[in-house]
């Protein structure tokens, strides 16, 4: 009985934490932009599968996936440039239908070029599980804990202490203030994109080897990662990790006890919940949502 | 700009432009107004031609498709383009008018005649109840949650099999049919959707030809002022997101009795955002706007017909092509170009 | 002895510690033109906001020819008879000039949602005296002529003044004007206070914020003059003018009158 709630709470913890790196790629955009960027599921099954295919080429799961994050950030950079900065009015409501036709794009792209096969790789480790007090651990779980806890520090260090992050968060908070002392706001809005790619492709590269990997999960993947960042704040940063991982945790403990078929309603019900009694989530500002 | 001079009279103003209008702004152009009722009796009438001409019968299966869909996308243009509200889910509103009437007519053996009215009454109710606390939230997050309410709908589409039949879809659906006479192949289902399209646009039109069209678009443009003339805002959004399900719904039913069939599948939120990318193409917020988005819709799946997987890339294409050059899509297109005209030769 | 058309009652405005408007009390008469003037910060635009209904009071009653209205959101004081102007346009850019106006009129129409949808003769009548009642209204701002034009394209001089075109079409009892003199020059500020004043002869209240002295002076029957969110003084232009209280609010020290 502990056994299974240790169990679930690990697996829990470890979607979470996907969650959470895609609720961050959503909330960096949504904080630069006042948009919702539909790509960002997209960058995630980029992130898989790239990982996959330089696998087959390099034998070499780390630089696989080092190598695809970069790529999937310089693509994020790509997609900025080509499809955000020619925007005559980059208002939020432009911004998020054009990332509607950036994300069916480059979910064709994937599917045309990289097949519809689903694909995976092994895990980081040579051993797959690891068992511990009767508690058995996915090493891959560990990886993507730990991984994720690494990028957060690395971006929370990067926001409060860097001034790359500083006017990032300054043009969030006013653009126009942002730009009069000096913050170039095209500047931000090309690094929060890549930031926000950078994320995505990081997630998607470490679940593949639990999850597989394919060009159809795009939808998915960033229905959930929104759901999350709606859980936690829309535009929190710290929001993102609480509401990732309360996500992750609601979907392990839900699809036990209630039912595993419904187990994606599970994200659905909690966006329709968060939506229409708590707009504001845990951390976020209530005026933010509602008319 | 001269100064004319001030007159006498108490009430008029001294027109100085205080202000120049700035670099690359329109010059005065007149607001796109809907078309003339004889202009839609005129388009609708040379559609009428379709299955004279038609080389087989499957192009008028194309055509009563076109037709459908004009519907559809005309339900999330008054919604997206006159009311300012994005809707990620009308792909579920379809789906829930093809499945209330689609399973009343299989469960209880309802003619198709009542099911239509069925469906756009209980889909127009189904918006209501969400519509009442979606449309507290601000555009995005409104969005959102028809997106939220959308996926649930297919959930529930392909769970309550023994209603639904689940993700084999539903089957045995009864056509449409006037006695004994069954529009039961795609001749003699033309004139029907051919009729009922010509209603939903000529009911489309009168509406936004009178004054709650206006309170419609004024609410969508400056909630503000609309509040200043006496316009409930709320009630206002709440009716055109209920107006646009129904007819959503209406567009669904037709499916079903055209298809005899229907499965989840065709509601998803995909779906849903298609027809977003659809309404943005034709023109969002310009009359003729869903009949190109529906040409387009129908049309290019069957060009591509042996090269599917470039359809969707050519809508996404397409899509970011006509926000970033022509935000107006390819219905304001005319008025563009006049206007691109214009400005060269006035400099 | 005229009626008292609104009326407010001990009404307060606090935002986080700051008292906005304190304990106000005051009346505008049918017929009045009544100017809220004062220093920045005085508080004018709060109340002007808590009358119109943009801004909750904290406390303190507002009443409309004897109905209460201050738990009324804007649209329904709008029902009842009382229109706005707003000192940023909150015009309807996307729509002609003509139809604006016609929105103005959007209480006044009765033609439910069948009608309109089948296009019935009642709404084809309603339709017609609309227009013809707001050409007519355009033709007495002399903006007829642009009629079809989009309203984001006029002019700013202009934009006001179908903004108050737009107000009148409503047929309101009491205009509430948010600075109309705002950003015009001298000769076009005359002009709309010329406006104000006929409209005011053909028996609108009106009940109006502004900084301009020459307007308000010249136009107003009475004057309410506001600093730090009390009234400091109420009365026609010559004793207003006069009033060392005011005079020490603007200027910032007593002077000889």
Redesign the interface.
Same mark, same amino acid.
């Given at each position: 009985m502990v056994t299974s709630i240790l169990q679930l709470l690990v697996a829990g913890i470890g979607t979470g934490s996907i969650y959470a790196l895609i609720a961050l790629g959503f909330n960096v955009v949504f904080k630069s932009t006042g948009a919702m960027n539909f790509a960002q599921g997209e960058w995630v099954v980029m992130g898989g599968m790239i990982s996959a295919m330089l696998f087959g080429a390099f034998s070499n799961i780390g630089l696989a996936c080092l190598v695809t994050v970069l790529i999937v950030t310089i693509v994020g950079i790509l997609s900025e440039r080509l499809v955000i900065w020619p925007l005559r009015r980059p208002t939020p409501l432009m911004i998020t239908l054009v990332s509607i036709g950036l994300g069916i794009c480059t979910r064709s792209l994937v599917m045309l070029v990289l097949g519809k096969q689903p694909v995976g790789y092994p895990g980081f480790s040579q051993a797959a599980t690891l068992t511990w007090g009767g508690v058995s651990v996915q090493t891959q779980t560990l990886w993507i804990v730990g991984l994720t806890a690494a990028f957060l520090l690395v971006t929370h260090l990067f926001f409060e202490r860097s001034i790359m992050g500083k006017a990032l968060r300054a043009a969030a908070a006013d653009r126009e203030a942002a730009a009069i002392v000096g913050v170039r706001v095209e500047t931000t809005v090309l690094l929060s994109f890549s930031i926000a790619a950078f994320a995505g492709a990081l997630a998607g590269a470490i679940i593949t080897p639990l999850t597989l990997s394919s060009y159809d999960q795009g939808a998915m993947f960033g229905f959930k990662g929104f759901s999350a960042a709606m859980l936690g704040g829309i535009g929190s940063l710290p929001g993102a990790v609480v509401g990732g991982l309360a996500l992750g945790l609601l979907e392990a403990f839900g699809s036990f006890y209630i039912s595993s078929d419904f187990k994606d309603a599970i994200a659905f019900a909690v966006l329709l919940l968060i939506l229409f009694v708590r707009p504001s989530g845990f951390l976020g500002r209530a005026d933010v949502v509602k008319v | 700009?001269a100064l004319a001079p +001030?007159k006498s009279t108490?009430?008029?103003?001294?027109?100085?432009?205080?202000?120049s209008?700035p670099a690359g702004?329109?010059?005065? +152009?007149?607001?796109p107004?809907p078309p003339s009722r004889w202009r839609l009796l005129w388009v609708w009438l040379v559609l009428l031609i379709v299955p004279f001409v038609a080389p087989n019968a499957y192009f008028v299966s194309l055509a009563n498709m076109m037709l459908i869909n004009v519907i559809l996308i005309a339900s999330l243009n008054l919604l997206m383009g006159y009311g300012g509200q994005?809707s990620l889910g009308h792909a579920g509103f379809y789906g829930l008018g093809a499945y209330v009437s689609g399973v009343l007519s299989v469960k209880l053996g309802l003619s198709a005649w009542a099911g239509l009215p069925a469906a756009a009454l209980l889909t127009g109710l189904a918006a209501l109840v969400i519509g009442i606390? /979606?449309?507290?939230?601000?555009?995005?997050?409104l969005?959102?949650?028809t997106?939220?309410?959308n996926? $649930?709908l297919v959930?529930m589409f392909n769970?309550l099999i023994d209603l639904t039949g689940g993700p084999n879809g539903l089957l045995g659906v009864k056509p449409f049919a006037l006695g004994a006479f069954k529009l039961d192949t795609d001749v003699r289902q033309f004139p029907l959707l051919w009729l009922v399209s010509l209603l939903v646009m000529? +009911?489309v039109l009168?509406?936004l030809?009178?004054? $709650?069209?206006?309170?419609l678009?004024?609410v969508a443009?400056?909630e503000?002022?609309?509040? /200043?003339?006496? $316009?409930?805002?709320f009630r206002t959004k709440l009716?055109v997101f209920v107006l646009s399900a129904g007819m959503a719904g209406i567009a669904g039913s037709l499916y079903v009795h055209v298809n005899q069939y229907a499965s989840p599948e065709t509601f998803s939120?995909?779906n849903s955002?298609l027809l977003?990318?659809m309404v943005?193409i034709g023109g969002s917020g310009f009359y003729w706007g869903p009949l190109l988005g529906a040409l387009i819709f129908t049309a290019v799946p069957q060009l591509l017909l042996n090269y599917e997987?470039?359809e969707?890339?050519l809508?996404?294409?397409?899509?970011?092509v006509v926000? $970033?050059v022509l935000?107006s899509g390819l219905a304001g297109l005319p008025a563009a170009l006049r206007l691109r005209l214009g400005g060269a030769r006035q400099s | 002895m005229t009626d008292c058309l609104l009326r407010v009652e001990a009404l307060n405005c606090n935002f986080d510690g700051v008292r906005a408007v304190a304990d106000l009390n005051f009346d505008v008469r049918a017929g009045q033109i009544k100017a809220v003037i004062g220093p920045n910060g005085a508080g004018k635009s709060t109340l002007f906001n808590m009358i119109a209904g943009v801004t909750r009071p904290t406390s303190g009653r507002i009443w409309f020819d004897g109905a209460r209205i201050d738990t009324l959101p804007t649209f329904r004081r709008a029902r009842l008879g009382i229109a706005r102007t707003f000192q940023n346009l909150q015009i309807f850019r996307e729509m002609t000039v003509l139809e604006n106006v016609m929105t103005g009129r959007h209480i006044h129409g009765e033609v439910g949602l069948l009608g309109t949808l089948l296009h019935s003769v009642a709404l084809r009548g309603e339709e017609r005296s609309a227009t013809e009642a707001a050409l007519e209204l355009l033709a007495r701002f002399e903006l007829d002529g642009k009629a079809h034009m989009r309203a984001g394209d006029l002019g700013f001089g202009q934009m006001k003044v179908l903004e108050l075109a737009r107000a009148l079409a409503g047929e309101p009892r009491l205009l509430l004007l948010d600075e109309p003199a705002a950003g015009l020059p001298q000769a076009e500020a005359e002009h709309v206070g010329e406006i104000i004043s006929a409209l005011n002869r053909d028996g609108v209240t009106v009940l109006l914020v502004e900084h301009n002295m020459r307007m308000v002076m010249s136009l107003s029957h009475d004057i309410l003059v506001l600093n730090n969110g009390m009234r400091i003084a109420e009365g026609d232009a010559e004793s207003v003018r006069r009033h060392p209280d005011v005079l020490a609010a603007y200027l910032g020290e007593p002077q000889d009158a």
């Open positions: - | 700009m +001030a108490p009430l008029t103003l001294v027109a100085v432009d205080t202000r209008p702004r329109r010059p005065a +152009a007149s607001a107004r994005i606390p /979606a449309l507290r939230l601000r555009g995005l997050y969005s959102m949650a997106l939220g309410w996926a $649930i959930v769970r000529l +009911a009168n509406l030809s009178s004054r $709650i069209g206006r309170a678009r004024a443009t400056n503000l002022g609309a509040d /200043a003339v006496g $316009i409930d805002s009716f939120v995909s955002i977003v990318v943005a997987d470039f969707l890339m809508f996404g294409l397409a899509m970011i926000l $970033i935000p | -």
